[in-house]
């Protein structure tokens, strides 16, 4: 049995949990502070990968980074692709987890004491030191879940990433992928055996969640 | 050293129009004003105070801070919250929970350069407010006092020309909200600053501040000495906030008296009656069965045990039987309910409705 696919996955749900956690924090941090209107728009916009269908949100991708499209063309001619290679998939990953970091990071900054942000500002802290030392340790926990629950479904992740990267073997199988294809090609007890494995690592990672949700 | 702020804002349903001066008052000799703002809950108190340290942009006006401007809508200046040197004491003292003490009153001293003066500084705050042996503790780990020295210490550190006071007291159980007011009242004999505190508590205010200023719907009505304030509130509102209890509508009537008419009586004041009075005003425990001016027969007597006094409501005998009752307050140990209650002419407040403010 090649680990190519756990391989393969580890890696995409990483890069894409980076991503995810960056951006994720900053439209959050960002948003809570746009007047309504507005907020509701971007935040029906930033949500919506949570509740289409994986597969449309491939489709979307496919839209922009397909290599007849403009933007996948301009891609492209620099040697960039996001089609049928694995870097593609952290691009699927990330758009479908997004929405678990952003919401959980913009609960945790609306609960934030903004007293504290006061504070810290009439002591004489800078606007960077405040963010960075003073609002993200404090919505700690909250963001943390929110990057493991993103981390979690990045490594699960089979609509998006099945129509953007496909299953090419020992390049593009992430474990879903292969699972299916394992499952559809009779090879019954090497799907088991993918899925015990996938089970293992999904209670990892509810265990994990647990633990962070109790108080310290 | 003096604060002067004049503070317009709109928050829609809500107006802040406060104006406030803690210096400049003619032939006042003393070195230190502890200014005190009143208000019920909702009435812009905390805005005042988050407006003084650029927490919150006013619309238009200016705040001046010992001959330093902050904020000058019409000169376009507005000095971050950093550069103002403001020490505020959050109602909650917004400590930063994941850090110990010693690494909050750190926080303030971000300008200082070497780490050995750091060190020192902060050493030198915690001692002052006896918390340097628990220095390594985090907030959640104190008592409420113990909270409330630690947000002191990290102000002291942070040497600040003005302190500002949101509530300080109303996070803390009620027993110790005395013994703290002495430790702050300490604490502000110490520092030497000028001081705003904000509270809906005028016994809180009426211990710290040597000024009070009355705020009703972010409107500043009044602003004297503290004393003068209690003797005399001149407003309705600033009578019911410095916990008058007794208040009816009142007209000037001949001499020195006034007629109230829901009570169905003329009180003899003892001075001149000014033409704009609305109301009179006679605090619970003016009353007394022992005075023989403005004496009237009471009926409808009920009394309410307090630990240590006696709370009496009646009517007067010549009150409507619908109208609202009044209030005597009185030493325990006596039993029987009174039958004529007295007020000395002095102590019958004299006010008007609104202030100067709204009037003009």
């Known amino acids: ?216 | 050293m003096s604060l002067f702020a004049d503070i317009k804002k709109n928050f829609g349903s809500f107006q802040l129009n406060v104006r406030l001066d803690t210096g400049g008052r003619a032939g006042d000799s003393r070195a230190q004003t502890v200014l005190g703002i009143l208000g019920a809950s909702g009435a812009g108190k905390s805005l005042t105070l988050k407006c003084i340290a650029g927490l919150i942009r006013p619309d238009a006006g200016r705040i001046v801070l010992n001959g330093r401007t902050l904020f000058d809508s019409e000169k376009r200046i507005d000095l971050p919250p950093r550069k103002r040197h403001v020490g505020y004491l959050f109602q909650n003292y917004a400590l930063f929970p994941h850090m110990t003490v010693y690494e909050n009153v750190l926080c303030a001293l971000s300008a200082e350069k070497s780490r050995a003066a750091k060190g020192e500084a902060a050493k030198q705050a915690l001692s002052l407010m006896e918390l340097w042996e628990l220095r390594d503790r985090r907030p959640g780990q104190l008592s409420g006092g113990q909270k409330q020295r630690a947000a002191l210490s990290r102000i002291i550190a942070s040497r600040p020309e003005i302190l500002l006071f949101d509530e300080p007291f109303s996070a803390l159980d009620s027993h110790l909200r005395e013994k703290l007011a002495v430790e702050l009242q300490l604490f502000l004999q110490h520092m030497d600053l000028e001081a705003v505190i904000v509270s809906h508590s005028r016994d809180e205010i009426y211990k710290l501040c040597s000024d009070t200023a009355i705020l009703e719907q972010g409107t500043v009505l009044l602003q004297k000495d503290t004393k003068a304030l209690f003797a005399d509130p001149e407003i309705l509102a600033a009578s019911i906030l410095t916990g008058c209890k007794n208040h009816a509508a009142a007209v000037p009537a001949s001499g020195q008296r006034v007629f109230v008419p829901e009570w169905g009586i003329t009180l003899e004041t003892g001075r001149e009656i000014p033409a704009d009075i609305t109301h009179v005003g006679i605090r619970a425990h003016s009353f007394s069965e022992e005075i023989s001016e403005n004496a009237f027969p009471v009926k409808d007597t009920a009394g309410t045990e307090e630990p240590f006094e006696q709370l009496i409501r009646f009517r007067y005998a010549s009150q409507d039987p619908s109208s609202e009752m009044l209030w005597q307050r009185r030493p325990k140990g006596n039993e029987h309910l009174p039958e004529r209650l007295g007020v000395r002419p002095a102590e019958v407040l004299l006010l008007r409705k609104r202030g100067f403010l709204d009037e003009c």
Not at chain 1, 73 to 96: D, E, H, K, P, T
């Open chain 1, 1 to 216: 049995m090649t680990l190519f696919p756990l391989w393969n996955s580890i890696r995409i749900a990483f890069f894409s949990s980076v991503i995810v956690f960056f951006t994720g924090i900053f439209l959050a941090h960002e948003i809570v502070k746009l007047p309504r209107l507005l907020k509701g728009v971007l935040d029906t916009l930033l949500t919506l990968p949570l509740v289409l269908p994986p597969t449309v949100c491939g489709y979307f991708l496919l839209r922009i980074f397909g290599l007849r499209r403009p933007l996948g063309a301009f891609l492209a001619r620099y040697g960039i692709s996001f089609v049928m290679n694995w870097q593609g998939g952290i691009l699927a990953a990330a758009l479908v987890s997004f929405p678990l970091m952003y919401r959980t990071a913009r609960g945790a900054f609306e609960g934030f004491d903004e007293d504290l942000a006061g504070a810290g500002k009439t002591l004489g802290l800078s606007d960077t030191f405040i963010f960075w030392r003073i609002r993200l340790p404090v919505c700690r926990q909250g963001i943390l879940a929110g990057l493991v629950l993103a981390f979690a479904r990045a490594l699960g992740e089979y609509g998006a990433t099945s129509m953007l990267i496909g299953y090419t073997p020992g390049r593009t199988d992430t474990i879903s992928t292969t699972v299916y294809q394992l499952w559809r090609t009779g090879n019954d007890l090497m799907a088991m055996r993918w899925v015990l494995l996938n089970l293992l690592i999904s209670a990892v990672v509810l265990i994990f969640i647990n633990l962070l949700e109790r108080k310290p």
